[in-house]
T-cell receptor, first 108, second 112 residues
C-alpha cells in the first residue's frame, strides 16, 4: 500500500517563528489533506490539496503531485498552533492513509 | 457549518462488554468511515461504507467489529466483546463524491 512519511517528527518553536512541515508519499494520489489534532484530540481540517497551493491566514500548503510531496507552512506561530499535524492521502476508491504526524510545540 | 457529530465523547467499559459508538455524518454525504487512534500513535483506517455496504476494511476490522447505518442518518460501530487493546480514540468521517473527508470530534473508548 501507499506509504506516507512526515518530517520532522517533532518541532519546538518560539512564538512568532515560521516553520515548514513536509509530507512525502510513495505513489500518485487523488487526495491529500492536512489536519491539525488539537490537545483535545479533535482532527481539524486544514487543507484539501491534491495539487497546487492554498493559503488560509497564517497557514499555507503546497503539493507537488508529480514529485510526491506536500509542504505545510506556518508563519508567525502562536501557542494555539501547538498539537500534532497529520498529512493523509488516498487513491481513487480507497480510504485515507495517515502519516505518523509532526508534533509541534510553540512556547511563549 | 455542517459537521460530523459523534456520541458519546468518552466511554468507559468493562473488558468483554459490547459497545456501540454512534456517528451522525453530514447529511448529504455518501461515503462513511471509521478510524481509530491508539494513544500517541497515528490514525488508522478501520472500515469504509458506501451504498449500505462495506466497501473496504483493514486487517484491524475483524469479526469483533461491525458497522451499520440503521436509519439513513446514523452510522454506528459496534465492538462485540471489548479487549484492553481496543482502548483508543475512534473517529467517524464522511465525504460527498469529492475526496475531501470530514472528521467528527472522536469518541475516546477506555476498556478496563
Amino acid at each position: 500500500g501507499i506509504q506516507v512519511e512526515q518530517s520532522p517528527p517533532d518541532l519546538i518553536l518560539q512564538e512568532g517563528a515560521n516553520s515548514t512541515l513536509r509530507c512525502n508519499f510513495s505513489d500518485s494520489v487523488n487526495n491529500l489533506q492536512w489536519f491539525h489534532q488539537n490537545p483535545w484530540g479533535q482532527l481539524i481540517n486544514l487543507f484539501y490539496i491534491p495539487s497546487g497551493t492554498k493559503q488560509n491566514g497564517r497557514l499555507s500548503a503546497t503539493t507537488v503531485a508529480t514529485e510526491r510531496y506536500s509542504l505545510l507552512y506556518i508563519s508567525s506561530s502562536q501557542t494555539t498552533d501547538s498539537g500534532v499535524y497529520f498529512c493523509a492521502v488516498n487513491q481513487a476508491g480507497t480510504a485515507l492513509i495517515f502519516g505518523k504526524g509532526t508534533t509541534l510545540s510553540v512556547s511563549s | 457549518e455542517p459537521e460530523v457529530t459523534q456520541t458519546p465523547s468518552h466511554q468507559v467499559t468493562q473488558m468483554g462488554q459490547e459497545v456501540i459508538l454512534r456517528c451522525v455524518p453530514i447529511s448529504n454525504h455518501l461515503y462513511f468511515y471509521w478510524y481509530r487512534q491508539i494513544l500517541g500513535q497515528k490514525v488508522e483506517f478501520l472500515v469504509s461504507f458506501y451504498n449500505n455496504e462495506i466497501s473496504e476494511k483493514s486487517e484491524i476490522f475483524d469479526d469483533q467489529f461491525s458497522v451499520e447505518r440503521p436509519d439513513g442518518s446514523n452510522f454506528t460501530l459496534k465492538i462485540r466483546s471489548t479487549k484492553l487493546e481496543d482502548s483508543a480514540m475512534y473517529f467517524c468521517a464522511s465525504r460527498i463524491w469529492t475526496y475531501e473527508a470530514f472528521f467528527g470530534q472522536g469518541t475516546r473508548l477506555t476498556v478496563v
